[in-house]
């Protein structure tokens, strides 16, 4: 069965760093999340993509965030300066539709510290 | 601001034990109800999802939901549960225009053999 990968499953870095998560989704599905979790907190939505554009984003995702589909395979989340606070499980899905009807299919995580 | 509550943060039961985890969720529009079911070191798995028709909603590995407008609530039930059904559950909804899902806590459940 199709999966949502993720890549590291683990990432440290220092305050103010740059980082890029990676996620690449299910193959044919067209419609892409990043999701995170703090420690101890609900599953948070963070951004939706489609069509090479954002289709929804929470208070969030600031200007320190962006997302990007690079290639036809790999979907990526960058934190430009990295805080304490960002911190988190990070999580990518995927799903074949738009809409609020549709099935997410997560991947397994991108657990990040900031130290 | 809509929510989405999970009562239950810790639940242990026996095997064979029968199995209600709550899930209410604050909107009074049209809403769309997930579980998933993470087991330790997966993803996240849907179990079912509901947005119309038959409010009792049967999902995967002998679980069912049932979504009580009046209350608010998305109940997840089995009738007995297993040790392999030791996981955290998630409760989510959607709603009308927009993609993202709103979680709940999560539910540790434990099933002792």
Same mark, same amino acid.
């Given at each position: 069965?199709?999966?949502?990968?993720?890549?590291?499953?683990?990432?440290?870095?220092?305050?103010?760093?740059?980082?890029?998560?990676?996620?690449?989704?299910?193959?044919?599905?067209?419609?892409? =999340?990043?999701?995170? @979790?703090?420690?101890?907190?609900?599953?948070?939505?963070?951004?939706?993509?489609?069509?090479?554009?954002?289709?929804?984003?929470?208070?969030?995702?600031?200007? @320190?965030?962006?997302?990007?589909?690079?290639?036809?395979?790999?979907?990526?989340?960058?934190?430009?300066?990295?805080?304490?606070?960002?911190?988190?499980? =990070?999580?990518?899905?995927?799903?074949?539709?738009?809409?609020? @009807?549709?099935? @997410? =299919?997560?991947?397994?995580?991108?657990?990040?510290?900031?130290? | 601001?809509?929510?989405?509550?999970?009562?239950?943060?810790?639940?242990? *039961?026996?095997?064979?034990?029968? $199995?209600? *985890?709550?899930?209410?969720?604050?909107?009074?529009?049209? %809403?769309?109800?997930?579980?998933?079911?993470?087991?330790?070191?997966?993803?996240?798995?849907?179990? *079912?999802?509901?947005? /119309?028709?038959?409010?009792? %909603? #049967?999902?995967? #590995?002998?679980?069912?939901?049932?979504?009580? #407008? /009046?209350?608010?609530?998305?109940? $997840?039930?089995?009738? /007995? %549960?297993?040790? /392999?059904? &030791?996981?955290?559950?998630?409760?989510?909804? &959607?709603?009308?225009?927009?993609?993202?899902?709103?979680?709940?806590?999560?539910?540790? *459940?434990? %099933?002792?053999?």
């Amino acid at each position: 069965e199709p999966e949502v990968t993720q890549t590291p499953s683990h990432q440290v870095t220092q305050m103010g760093q740059e980082v890029i998560l990676r996620c690449v989704p299910i193959s044919n599905h067209l419609y892409f =999340y990043w999701y995170r @979790q703090i420690l101890g907190q609900k599953v948070e939505f963070l951004v939706s993509f489609y069509n090479n554009e954002i289709s929804e984003k929470s208070e969030i995702f600031d200007d @320190q965030f962006s997302v990007e589909r690079p290639d036809g395979s790999n979907f990526t989340l960058k934190i430009r300066s990295t805080k304490l606070e960002d911190s988190a499980m =990070y999580f990518c899905a995927s799903s074949d539709g738009g809409g609020p @009807q549709e099935t @997410q =299919y997560f991947g397994p995580g991108t657990r990040l510290l900031v130290l | 601001a809509q929510s989405v509550s999970q009562h239950n943060h810790h639940v242990i *039961l026996s095997e064979a034990a029968s $199995l209600e *985890l709550g899930c209410n969720y604050s909107y009074g529009g049209t %809403v769309n109800l997930f579980w998933y079911v993470q087991y330790p070191g997966q993803h996240l798995q849907l179990l *079912l999802k509901y947005f /119309s028709g038959d409010p009792l %909603v #049967k999902g995967i #590995k002998g679980f069912e939901a049932e979504f009580i #407008k /009046s209350k608010f609530s998305f109940n $997840l039930r089995k009738p /007995s %549960v297993q040790w /392999s059904d &030791t996981a955290e559950y998630f409760c989510a909804a &959607t709603l009308a225009g927009t993609y993202k899902y709103i979680f709940g806590t999560g539910t540790r *459940l434990k %099933v002792l053999a």
